[in-house]
Structures are given as structure tokens and as C-alpha cells.
């Protein structure tokens, strides 16, 4: 089966800077990678996603690259605000649904 | 998340005590999920359903535990003769064939 690693599992950085959270996968049948930010009692909110066969995608202070050929893909996040504080996952699908995730990054905004 | 309702939000069961939480999709989304997501983890797939057929329970780590959509729409996850290794916020999501929401989940509590 899948396997995703997330790296690191704490982050903390200045408001204004940027914050970057890398992920591998293991099964290079894995099409689809979404990203999720989780708050304290809430379930994971899908910020942004991307398929197989795009290398960069954009939405706004969001960033996510992909690269394929080793099998790991970013978030990143510039010009970092106190409300982006959460756990972050990454995850790998194969195309049926059944989404893996990493194990979490809490990230820290500090004003 | 997106629509995606589950109850109760919070559940404390006595060791042994059935139970079962519910998971009110976004309508007109064929597909449903549950996830089992421990303290400090990152989700774990359980069970996936397109429409009211259940295409994978690879995921339920026993056979206590039991899930259901009859109608396509709503579906329930039972626990039975709950232990404490049971405990866990448990996820729910519906989406479409590219995108999956989540809902804010059901706290088990086993004491």
C-alpha cells in the first residue's frame, strides 16, 4: 500500500515568513495529492490540491509543487498570518478515493 | 467541512457498550468515506462507499465494526463491545470523483 512521510512534524516561524512542509510518497501510481489544514476540533479543510501531471500550482499565499520522478511534493506558504497556525497533512490518493495521509505538521505562526 | 455533518459530536461509552455514529453527506455526493483519526495522528481509512455499495473496508481493523448506507445518502459507522483502543475522533467525508470534504468528526471516548 501507500505510504506518505512528512517532514517536519513542528514548525514555527515569524509572522511575514514563509512556511514549507515536504511530503514523499512511496506508490508512483499516486495521481492525486491534496493538502488539509486541521484546527483544534475540527475535521481537515482541503486548501489545495494537485494532479499527476502538473508540476506547480497556485491559490494565492498557497503554493504546491510536485515532482514525480522522486515522488515527494511541497506546500508552500508565504507571508505567513497568526490564523494559518494548524496541523497540516498532506496525502497521496491512488484514484479510487482511498486518500493516505501524512502524519502531520503543526505549524506555529508567531506574531 | 463543505456540508458534511456527523452526530453525535461527542460520544463517551462505557468498555463493551455498542455505538454508532452518523454521517449526513453533501447531497448529490456519490462518494462517502470514514476515517479513524488517533491524538497527535493523522487520519486512517476505514471504509469507502460509492452510492450504497461498499467498495472498500480494508480499512475497519476488526470485525466489531460495521458500516452502512442504505439509501446512498447518509451512512453509519457501529462499534460493537467498544474497547479503549476504540478511542479516536472518527471522520466522515463525501466528495465527488476529484475532491474529498470532510466533516468535523465524532470524539469517542472509551472508559
Known sequence: ?111 | GAGVSQSPRYKVAKRGQDVALRCDPISGHVSLFWYQQALGQGPEFLTYFQNEAQLDKSGLPSDRFFAERPEGSVSTLKIQRTQQEDSAVYLCGAGTQETQYFGPGTRLLVL
Not at chain 1, 512534524?9 to 489544514?37: H, M, R
Request: aromatic share 10%; glycine share 8%; charged share 20%.
Open chain 1, 1 to 111: 500500500g501507500e505510504n506518505v512521510e512528512q517532514h517536519p512534524s513542528t514548525l514555527s516561524v515569524q509572522e511575514g515568513d514563509s512556511a514549507v512542509i515536504k511530503c514523499t510518497y512511496s506508490d508512483s501510481a499516486s495521481n492525486y495529492f491534496p493538502w488539509y489544514k486541521q484546527e483544534l476540533g475540527k475535521g481537515p479543510q482541503l486548501i489545495i490540491d494537485i494532479r499527476s501531471n502538473v508540476g506547480e500550482k497556485k491559490d494565492q499565499r498557497i503554493a504546491v509543487t510536485l515532482n514525480k520522478t522522486a515522488k515527494h511534493f511541497s506546500l508552500h506558504i508565504t507571508e505567513t498570518q497568526p490564523e494559518d497556525s494548524a496541523v497540516y497533512f498532506c496525502a497521496a490518493d491512488l484514484g479510487y478515493q482511498k486518500v493516505t495521509f501524512g502524519t502531520g505538521t503543526k505549524l506555529q505562526v508567531i506574531p
